[in-house]
Structure formats: C-alpha cells, structure tokens
C-alpha cells in the first residue's frame, strides 16, 4: 500500500504580511501525496494574489491545491470548511503567520499507525517582539487536556475519521477551539502519539496572545463541559492567569529569561 495522502490546510485573511512563509515552508516538504487546502475568508488586500501566485509553484512540485475564498464565521468555522473539502486521511492545520519545520510531514506520516488517531510534535516558537526563540514541547499528560492545552495544536495532525467520528471546532468558542476538540477527542477515546521532532514554526502574538480575558472565559467554560467543577475551573483557571503573567514579564526582562532558560 502507498503513502497516505496528507492535507495541510491553512486559512487567511489579510495575511498578505505573513502568508509567503507559510508557503515556503510548505513547498519545502518532500512527503507525497500532499493536498494543500486554502481556506480565504475573503481577503481585501493581496493575500488572493499572492494564492494565485504560488498555486503554480505548488502544482509544479506534486502539491494539489484546493482553493475557495468567501466570508467566513470565524476561525473556527474556517478550520471546518478546511476540514471538509479536505481529501486526505491524515489533516494538519497550519496558520497563515506560522510554517512547517524541515521534514514535518515526513516525521508525522512515520509515527502514524493503523491505530493511531491524532500525532503531535515539539513547536519552535519566535516571539519576535521580545527577541526569543524557544521550544514549546507537546506534553503527553493528556488527562490535563479538560484544564489546560497541553499539546501544541500547529504540530498535531489528525486522521479525517475521527473529525468525522467526534466532530469539528466548535463555531461558538473563538480562542480555545483546538482544546476543546483535543480534550473531546481524548474523553471519546482517541489515541494519541507523539513524535520528539519540531514540526511547527510559531510566531508569538495570536488570537489567545490578544485575547488574555477570553481565554480565561472560554477556558472555564470547556473545562466545565469536561466534568470539571466550576470552582475548579475558576481556581485552575485564575493560577494558569498570574503564570502567564509572571511568563510575560520574565519576556521583558532578558537577563531574567536567559537565567531560567538555562
């Protein structure tokens, strides 16, 4: 039997800035077969022409390319139009400011099993405001999925069945859609792997990175839909608030950072 076909979706929308390393690193990968799928929320600025650009330097190397662009609902519901145009049976999602690392797929596709559901990996992650540059592992302590993301999402990479078994991002939650789905994912049974390799390049400043107080709000909420107390949830919740605070600052303070990172 050949290779599984792989479908690497990004979505966009006004990436113009950002989106050509995202490409780039895509082009990069030598697993075949590969479907890239365009997910466009109807971009005013050159992001689409920049699409139409690639789509022949895509198509050139074996990538098939999939491409709509139209309004969307959000970041969630982005995910899941990706999702269902998709074709392959192994999907990774990678953001319109991030990029896959050197060999990401090939990594992926050798740790996936028959009976393996959803892999991850390590994330390299850039927070060019500060100057950093630093590893941010997926931890496999899968039961803390119901309070905390444990895992790095733009390094998992999910087979289609269970998207179809266990259902899509959640249209309602805008910053903490990929927990929930992993912890939903976890509480139905889903098998996880992990491959110590960085598949992922991210840039600090997303969605969750601007969005501190409704990161807490959605986070109670998901925990709760997971059995956890309210209370629980709060406490939990309040204590991972004063950390990333306590991280931020460290940020700031060079030396401070270069101390703890040793």
Known sequence: MGAEKI????????SENTIERTFQSVLTQSYRPL??????GGSKDGTIALIEKYIPQFEAVGINVNFKSEPDKGI??????GILRAT?????????????????LTYISDTFTAETDVVCGDCLWIDEANGLKYIRKSKMKLEKLKYEMVLMHPTCFVRKSAYEKYGLFDVQLKCVMDKDLLARFYKNGVKFAYVPKVI????????????ADRVFREGIEVAVRNGVPRWKALVRNRYKMIR???INFVKHHKKVWVIISK
């Open 244 to 246: 990333l605070k306590v």
């Open 200 to 211: 992922a390049i991210m840039s600090a400043g997303g969605v969750s990175d601007a969005n």
């Open 88 to 104: 392959g049976g192994i999907i990774g999602i990678i953001n319109s400011d991030d990029q896959l690392a050197e060999n990401a």
């Open 76 to 81: 969630s519901d982005a995910f899941n139009k």
């Open 7 to 14: 479908s690497v979706i990004t979505i966009s929308y006004n």
């Open 35 to 40: 479907e890239y799928v365009l997910v466009d």
